[in-house]
Each structure stands twice: as structure tokens, then as C-alpha cells.
């Protein structure tokens, strides 16, 4: 198990260390510049990190090894493909998390009781991993039997643009304030967009639970999926 | 050791969606054996080996390996079990004693003097990223890693694919020389025949999906011959039984038979004298995989036996 997690952690510990780079230097950088708001600059790199982290983690850790052939390599060691695939989907969630805790402790010490209080911006952080990885489950399921790295980029775009339009509504407009008024309870952008009047409560709870199961849900169909060939479809 | 084959599978079937790959495959490998699993490209070779290791499930039929299922123990077979696949891709960004670290544990049986004795006989640094090793040392690398925790089996897929014949040639007496040192059974694929010859004990000879002979390299030899009978004697050499091969050459016909002395004894009883003349692995498997019973020029280039 270790063994495991030495290798996805050396295949995937600079993208961990690019996402954190990115996150915490528009952070410092925009609440050092002070142009605008630090909620809204906060805000702005909380919307960035959703899109950057979740794609960032899920197109490399099952696509990447089937196009490169190493995949096969491993599943034919002798260990569970289900531990095989719950390392790397450990190592996605350290990748969803890590550069979000390490952003948050970077605003902190530099914003935190300034303009808003350190715990909203570790509510804000939170809320961003919540949506992060609850779209990392979704792009993990759906590009865990692609057979290239690339497509597995355009199908997470594709879940992106996809929870996006279901968010805003598309047929009224952008409109945070009836964000899914159908889909909440679903919808992974809920976290950053739904509960912006402080109404939390009932509704996170129930999302919140609604979600992880969906999470659930997704990871033990991947879990199923992955190990079986892709000529096995043919 | 064990009476019970290493390696039985029995009526196994495998489809992919409406493409047979395997249809009703029988195969026995004694404990011990070194067997060569022969076949042209895409003749189900790999299909079977990965049935093997709990990689495939097959259809239809049952595989058993070391007496165990490789569905229901997969981890368990693959612990006794060394596997090299064809064109193996490795972690390229691992280097040679990393790559070794990351295996090892996976292996209780892993054995580190051995791993590194393998190591400095297939002339591998350490110190090397694996994606700058040479095809040839890649090769060897996947070698040593099949076999450092001392399989009771070794299966190899077409292990010299892609590697130049000096390579070859090298691979296959490295291999050689660690049989010569252990009692393990080998069961290896491939369709380079002339590779197979001098260190198989038997063979299985795989085509479209189905075993067309199983027997010992010896056997083969003993019984498959080439009989260079008169042209005279063309209905007769079509009744042989075990006909393999026909072909016509002016006031000869030379015919491939499976079983040499049953054919002969026939011929006998009709009178026909016939010259029989010895054939390698490479000619035994041409005969079973794309011989003809039909005048060559009567028939397309590639048609096979029915």
C-alpha cells in the first residue's frame, strides 16, 4: 500500500505543487495589491481553484496511465484493483485539498481579520473543496475508462460547462439568488454559490449528504470500471 | 512437486462483444515444463496468457493455475506466478532500483540477493531512468522483475517482441540459463518459431482461436513429416489421414501429414513408396496455421486448413 502511494504521490506531486503555486500566488498577490475587495479577490480565487483542481486531478491518475500503457503494469501485480484505484483516488483528494488549505493559510496571514474574518475565509475554502470535490467524483467517474489523457481534459470540461449551465439556469439567465432552485441538491457548484445569503443549516446538510452520497455512488462505479479492459467493449 | 498441471484450462471461451477470440481452448502444462504457446499475430495468444493472471474472464470454461482460479485468487496466483507482457510499458520516470523498491513489496517471496544477481547479469544500472534504458535492457528489466520472488511459474508473452535478433538471442539464453538452475515451469507465447525450437519441451499451437496440436517438441518432430510421394499418387496422398499440407511440383507432390507412421502405413498398404523428410518447428507450424490441401494454384495464398 505504501508502494502504491509512493508511486501516485511521485506522479502527480507537481501538479499538487502547481496548483498550490497558482491558488496562493493570485491569493498573495491580489490581497497584497488590494485593487479590489479582498472577499471578491478571495471569491475570484476560489473560482478559479474549482475548474483548475478538479480537472487538474482527475484527467491524470486513470487516463494518463491507460495511454501510456503502465496501467496494465500495474493491474497485474499482485494487489486489489480496488486498492489500486482508492490510492488514486486518495491521491486526487490530497490534490483537491492540499493547494485549497495551503491558499486559505497564505490569505489568512495576510488578510484574515483585515477586511473579512479568518473563519469566513476557511468557510469560503471549505465550501470551494466541497464543490471541488464533489466534481472530482463526477470527472473521475465519467474519464475512468478513456483511453487517452486527452479526451478525458475535454470530457471534464464538458462535466464542468455541463454543472455550470444546470447551476445558472440557462433559460433565465445567470441568477445566483434562484441558483437551482431544481437541481441544488445535486449540483456540486452549490457550495460556492448557494448559501451566499449565510443560509445554512438544513439545506448544506441535505445537499451536503445528498452529494456524498452521489460521490459514493460514483467512486464504487469507477472502482467497478477500472479494472476491466477497454477491448472488453469492442 | 505437484502431479496436477501447473496450468489447465479447459473449454474456455472469450468473446469480445461479437468477435471470438478463444473457442473451446484445452490446454495442460505439467509442473516443470517449459511450453511454448505458438500462434500468428492476433490468434488469441495474449487473451489466454492474461486469462491466466485473473487479468480476462473468460466466457465460457474454467482456468485453473497452480490449482488455484485465477478469478476467484487472483492475488494469490499472480503472488506465484512471474509475468512478462508483450511490449511492457514501464514507469518511465522510475529509475532501475526504484522501480525494483516499488515492486518488491508486493512479493512476499521476494528474494533481494537473487534480484540483485539478476540485476548485474542482465547488466542494469541502478542508477538509470527506466525510460532511458535501451529496448533490449527494458526487456531484461521486466525479466528480472518476473522472476525475482522465484515464481513457481513464469509467463511470458512474446517476450522478445520488438527486440533485434542479436537481442533475441541473448534474452533467450539468459532465460535458458535460469532454467537450467530451477524447476520452474515456463509458459511462454510466441510466433518467432525458430526461437522456441531449442528450448521448449511442448508446444501448443493456437489458430483462430482453437488449440490445432499439443505435443512435445520431440513428438512434433517424430510425427510431422513432409512425404514426397509420385504425382501418380495424388488420391491417395488426399485420403492420408492427419493431412496437413499439399502441394504439387510437376512429377512430385510433397505432402505435410500429422502423423507420419499412420500415413506411411497407409501408403504401404497402397503400394506408394514414399520419401519422408524431417521438418522443424517453423515448417510444423506453417503446416497447422496456414497449410493447404488443395493444389496451390487452385487456391487463394492463405488458405487454411478447414
Partial sequence: MRSLFWKEWHEQRWKLAFGALILVGFSVIGLRARVIADETMLEAVCFLAVPLLSVLSSTGLVPAEREEGTLQTLLALPVRPSLIFAMKAVIGILLCAVP?????IASMAIAGGREISAASIIELHLRTLAATLALFFWMLALTVRLPTETRAALVTMGVLIMWMIVTVGLPQGWNPQMVSSRFWLVDPLVFLLGFRNGKWGVSLALAAALQAIIALALWLWAAWQFPRPLEARS | MSDAPTIEMSGVVKRFGNKPVLEGVNLSVPAGQTFAFLGRNGAGKTTAIRMLLGLLKPDAGTVRVLGL???????????????????????????VDQIMAFVKPFYPTWDDRWATQLRERFELPLATKVRHLSKGQGVRLGLLLALAHRPELVTLDDPTLGLDPIMRKEFLRDLVTYLQGQRVTVFFSSHLLYEIE??????????????VRQATTDELRAKVKRLILPAQAEATARG???LLDFSHGGRQIAVVVEDAPAATAVLRAEGVAADEVDLNLDEIFEAYV??????ASAEPLLERVA
Fill in chain 1, 100 to 104: 485549497l488549505v495551503v491558499a486559505a
Fill in chain 2, 69 to 95: 482460479d485465477p478469478q476467484k485468487a487472483p492475488t494469490e496466483v499472480r503472488r506465484r506466478v512471474g509475468y512478462l507482457a508483450e511490449d511492457q510499458a514501464m514507469f518511465g520516470w522510475m529509475r
Fill in chain 2, 198 to 211: 531449442p528450448v521448449a519441451d511442448a508446444v501448443a499451437i493456437l489458430d483462430r482461436g482453437r488449440i
Fill in chain 2, 240 to 242: 492420408l489421414p492427419g
Fill in chain 2, 290 to 295: 496456414i497449410g493447404r490441401k488443395e493444389p
